[in-house]
């Protein structure tokens, strides 16, 4: 487990963030901003989108918030203890659990974690990691990812998600630069692409 996750690419210690234009594709529809992002666990990215509609401008935040949170440093204290399970001829790889909050559990297969599923309040949510690119430093990044959340009662599936990622090298960092999003739910299928482009490293 140690072992994935020193195998998972990471920002600098020092990195402070960027700042880049910013593209929203809604179905046939676009929006043309910019965005600044921190690396900071309080603040959130900064986003401004011209002619989008709240509920828009959140959803952006929130896919860049969750870049955010997967490729800044980790801290020491959020690590929890876990238990493994000898699973090695399951295709995902060995059972990992854990005793934080979500009551997360991992699937493990050499230096990739494959899937992980944590039980939050509302869903249960399963995301699975199907490829993934080589970072120049040689940890990875993931490329294709599928997240399902299902009813914590029932377990029946609400709602997948499809996600598509690519990254671009500015100075030496590894930057996000689009996330596309299929969604389908009872509500129907959704597909969202936010693009960045014209990097600017912050100064701390």
Do not use: C, N
């Not at 921190?38 to 896919?63: F, N």
């Not at 918030?65 to 876990?82: G, M, N, Q, T, Y």
């Not at 671009?168 to 009872?186: F, H, K, N, T």
Request: hydrophobic share 40%; net charge neutral; charged share 25%.
């Amino acid at each position: 487990m140690e072992r994935a996750k020193a195998s998972i690419y990471r920002w600098p210690a020092d990195f402070a963030g960027f700042s880049a234009e910013l593209l929203l594709t809604d179905g046939a529809l676009t929006f043309r901003g910019t965005v600044r992002v921190g690396t900071g666990r309080s603040a959130g990215p900064e986003i401004e989108l011209a002619g989008a509609d709240g509920e828009q401008v959140e959803w952006v935040g929130r896919q860049l918030a969750s870049l955010v949170a997967h490729r800044r440093a980790p801290r020491r204290d959020e690590a929890a203890p876990v238990a493994a399970e000898d699973a090695s001829d399951h295709p995902l790889g060995v059972l990992v659990t854990t005793d934080d909050r979500f009551r997360s559990a991992y699937r493990v297969r050499g230096d990739w974690i494959t899937q992980i599923t944590r039980h939050l309040p509302e869903a249960t949510l399963r995301v699975y990691t199907v490829s993934r690119e080589t970072a120049p430093d040689g940890r990875f990044l993931p490329s294709h990812i599928a997240g399902t959340f299902s009813d914590p009662r029932s377990g029946a599936i609400t709602r997948l998600e499809l996600l598509d990622e690519r990254y671009v090298e500015v100075d030496g960092v590894m930057l996000p630069a689009r996330r596309s999003v299929i969604s389908q739910s009872s509500s129907g299928v959704v597909t969202r692409v936010v693009e960045l482009s014209t990097y600017r490293k912050a100064e701390r």
